[in-house]
């Protein structure tokens, strides 16, 4: 779903002009897969406060607000 947004798993896509590091994309995935901040924290070894910064850096380079809006977009993406 999400990994379209970021240019599968080299996270390639731009949103705003900006490219995804190479961490925004596995914290997308894990949002993807309906893990919530803790447990993607668990899952990359880092802490849920580096999941909420990320997850902020993405909702400002792909112009979303919400996950609800990122997996619109994805959709969207996806049957274009």
């Given at each position: 779903?999400l990994?379209?947004?970021?240019?599968?798993?080299g996270?390639?896509?731009?949103?705003?002009?900006?490219?995804?590091?190479?961490?925004?994309?596995?914290?997308?995935?894990?949002?993807?897969?309906?893990l919530?901040?803790?447990?993607?924290?668990?899952?990359?070894?880092?802490?849920?406060?580096?999941?909420?910064?990320?997850?902020?850096?993405?909702?400002?380079?792909?112009?979303?607000?919400?996950?609800?809006?990122?997996?619109?977009l994805?959709?969207?993406?996806?049957?274009?």
């Amino acid at each position: 779903m999400l990994t379209v947004l970021v240019g599968g798993r080299g996270g390639g896509w731009t949103g705003g002009g900006e490219k995804l590091t190479p961490r925004e994309p596995e914290i997308v995935r894990g949002l993807e897969d309906g893990l919530n901040y803790k447990l993607i924290a668990e899952r990359l070894f880092i802490s849920p406060e580096k999941v909420r910064n990320h997850i902020r850096h993405v909702y400002c380079k792909l112009e979303g607000n919400s996950k609800g809006e990122l997996l619109a977009l994805s959709l969207r993406r996806q049957r274009a």
